[in-house]
């Protein structure tokens, strides 16, 4: 046979590829089998000859050859080393790939959105905290003393319920700061919202079974639940927070009713106390589990909230937490130890520390004043720049406003010639879980990364924004 | 109203709560008001006279009344405070819970399984590596320079795919440790092999659908697959490792295959290059996907195989990949940023700084080095004592080994006995995919946590419990 490729491919390999000589015969040998050069059947040149044509030594090449034989690509037989029938390319390996929009499943194929990368730092991205104000020195001490401390055992996968120390924390927390009262056997440590919100919807919920989400809602809700195959119920928001007909109950009874009623995500409305208590009544009736997002009504007298887990912990520690009644603990704790693996336990443990220690605490209260003083001059600036354009709903808590579009034009349009602007505003259509009916149009706007000296100009700018959109469209 | 019970009430909990009396008497009162101690109507004490009965200021007494008003407990009217006609708790809130057996979803009640808790460092568990060699004090600095090194930026979600420089430094990784050809594009990091799993079976397979697992086989794969809602079809698996009949093909055509090639988990197999090949075919046919778990086999001529996230990565960090074909990776990555909120990009700085070092490379060496020396020890304790008790099948690899009891007893019984000589055996039994067939007699026995000098005590204490836990049958 020919090999003057075979010896070509190699030449061109060895001097790109600073791999081992022998390493790189054998990957040139073996992609020779996969694409047919080397046929079924055919004979690999004598180790001797090869060696001489390569300038290798002759090692190398029985190295790659012993190699190629113990994988099963080549036979050695008496006439020599041939390619073994097992290896034949006679059909093309692996599928034709589908055009990439029908490759994923249906539950996630309209779960996909358009996202702005790197932007998690320019007015107005919401659900991202004061990246700038994290207290890092001081979180960086936490971590280098739990990696001083720690101990082989806690390099394990642990109890998948999390580290004890910070179950414990997270449960004194909730009990002086939110007002929840738990054992600290209710406190399941997770790697964050969304994976919360994926195991409720596998434990609690079987596929086909309708999962009740807030409309507009949060899409993070959406996607866990449609992605464990929950059929989706939207349910109506006003100011009161989400106002299930009474009709609903029987005509789609839920399996999960998810709520963020301490502020609504994203309209940013309370649920009354009136209607708490008749969710809890009507889900009792209809025996559907509530989950409730993001309790944090302790904060809402004294500024704008700041959930616990999404502040400081959420994006940089990935860790997060939920609370489950006291009956479900053990049949909680003994699905999670097949659900979820678990680990990271020095985190775990420099977290609670962070937290028992009081640095936590501290960190939460300078956030809540910076936030509300953000919040005010974010909402001054509107009120001074866009007066007859927007109009802000909701805002009693939270690390964003609201604010509906008074104008004609399509919020999407808006957000898209606002990010030549370098403005992020999302759109409050992305979060409506029948977009269909195409029934919100304005913005979640957050403040939480806004600098206050730069709120006046970075609004003034989206009003242009705005303005100019709406005259495109009268035009 | 006689409100000595509500005083008594607040004198315990302000001696034991530590907190702020205004805070306790807010919590006492709101108590009262669930528990019906205070009816609908009821008027509360005036501020004055509740203040000097329990010897507090009257503008903490004003705080709690504000704080329940203000929360929608208590109206202020002409004739005082009195409890809100919507805090009445005429009817139980929340639901009577059932017994917990039923409480969980249908598609996870099964998964639960006996766990021992902080076994993870006696003989033979399996599945986790020799914690106490993982170079601590090394992969410290690597933690602090990378949070040395921070920027704010690297604190927020960043893309979801992962840090793009340890998606590289895998990439790089896997071509040359594994002879996996791929672009950094095709590498996503997860939070470890479960959530790898968890996200393909959601990805790619709807619920309903088929999924092909391996018998015996990984309980992770088989709790990812179950409760994304999918159809498990056991597979049986061979000493040439998963062997599907031609029927299976056409009677439950699958949407994804779950194998183990390099190293068949719990039986150790290796599938044969002519069995991947058709695999392949098969699957191209049925438009089914393969997910591949644990592609080892460039290791396997030289010891025992240790799979990259599993050796360090795995539990201490938790930080996985997986492998996309590149058509995929656009959709996604797309998908993803729904689907899973990232971060810890920290962490994966210090991992990629860690192998690109060079010292992951090095750690896998010694790591390799040192199974090799106790996957031996544990062969010839093994032999030693434990003839016409055990046969030992597959070890081509991995972290374990396999055995076959070859006694009348049950390997479940055997492990129970082992317990209390503290001594951790999986039972073959519990990764049956069909447990009622009880085709499977026998254990994993790992040996990755188990020192040398150790071994064949442990081994001998093992083989007189399976000659006591016979001898009990025979009787």
């Known amino acids: 046979m020919d090999y003057s490729l075979l010896v070509a491919t190699y030449r ?40 001489d044509e390569l300038g290798m030594a002759r090692n190398s090449v029985l190295y790659a050859y012993e190699r190629l034989a113990d994988e099963g690509w080549v036979l050695a037989t008496r006439h020599g080393t041939v390619v073994a029938p097992a290896a034949a390319p006679s059909v093309q390996r692996g599928p034709e790939l589908e055009t990439p929009s029908a490759v994923l499943s249906r539950r996630v194929r309209n779960l996909r959105r358009k996202r702005e990368r790197n932007a998690e730092h320019q007015a107005f991205v919401s659900g991202v905290p004061a990246l700038d104000r994290v207290p890092l020195a001081q979180w960086r001490g936490f971590i280098e003393r739990a990696w001083r401390a720690v101990s082989p055992a806690d390099l394990g996968y642990g109890n998948s319920a999390g580290h004890p120390a910070l179950r414990q924390a997270v449960a004194d927390y909730l009990r002086i700061a939110r007002g929840v009262r738990c054992s600290f056997e209710q406190v399941f440590i997770t790697d964050g919202t969304q994976t919360s919100l994926d195991l409720c919807a596998r434990l609690f ?51 999960l009713v998810y709520v963020t009623p301490s502020h609504q995500y994203p309209l940013g409305s309370v649920l009354s106390l009136e209607r708490r208590l008749q969710l ?24 704008p909230p700041l959930p616990a887990v999404q502040g400081l912990a959420r994006a940089a520690l990935r860790i997060g937490y939920m609370v489950v009644p006291p009956a479900l603990t053990a049949p909680v704790d003994d699905a999670l130890g097949e659900l979820a693996r678990r680990g990271r336990l020095v985190d775990q443990v420099a977290l609670a520390e962070f937290i028992e220690s009081g640095a936590y605490a501290l960190h939460l209260r300078r956030m809540r004043r910076l936030y509300a003083q953000r919040c005010d001059a974010l909402r001054d600036a509107l009120d001074r720049h866009t007066r007859g354009l927007l109009t802000v709903s909701g805002g009693a808590g939270g690390m964003h406003l609201s604010a509906r579009l008074d104008v004609p034009v399509r919020d999407v349009e808006v957000a898209e010639a606002a990010l030549a602007q370098r403005l992020v505003v999302q759109p409050i259509s992305g979060y409506d879980m029948m977009p269909e009916a195409a029934g919100f149009n304005g913005f979640v706007l957050g403040y939480a990364g806004v600098p206050v000296e730069h709120m006046d100009e970075r609004v003034a700018v989206l009003a242009r924004v705005i303005e100019a959109a709406a005259r495109g469209k009268a035009d």
Do not use: M
């Open 205 to 255: 919920a079987d596929a086909g079974e309708y999962a009740w989400v807030e409309n507009p809602g949060y899409n993070g809700a959406r996607a866990a639940f449609q992605s464990a195959g929950l059929n989706l119920v939207p349910v109506p928001v006003d100011a009161d927070g989400c106002a299930p007909p009474a009709t609903l109950w029987r005509d789609k009874p839920p399996k």
């Open 12 to 51: 061109r390999s060895v001097s790109a590829d600073r791999l081992p000589q022998q390493r790189v015969l054998y990957e040139c040998l073996r992609a020779a089998i996969l694409d047919g050069t080397l046929a079924v059947h055919g004979r690999l040149p004598a180790t001797r000859t090869l060696a």
């Open 280 to 303: 809890i009544d009507d889900a009792t009736a209809a025996s559907a589990w509530i989950i409730e997002d993001d309790y944090d009504s302790e904060f809402r007298r004294e500024g």
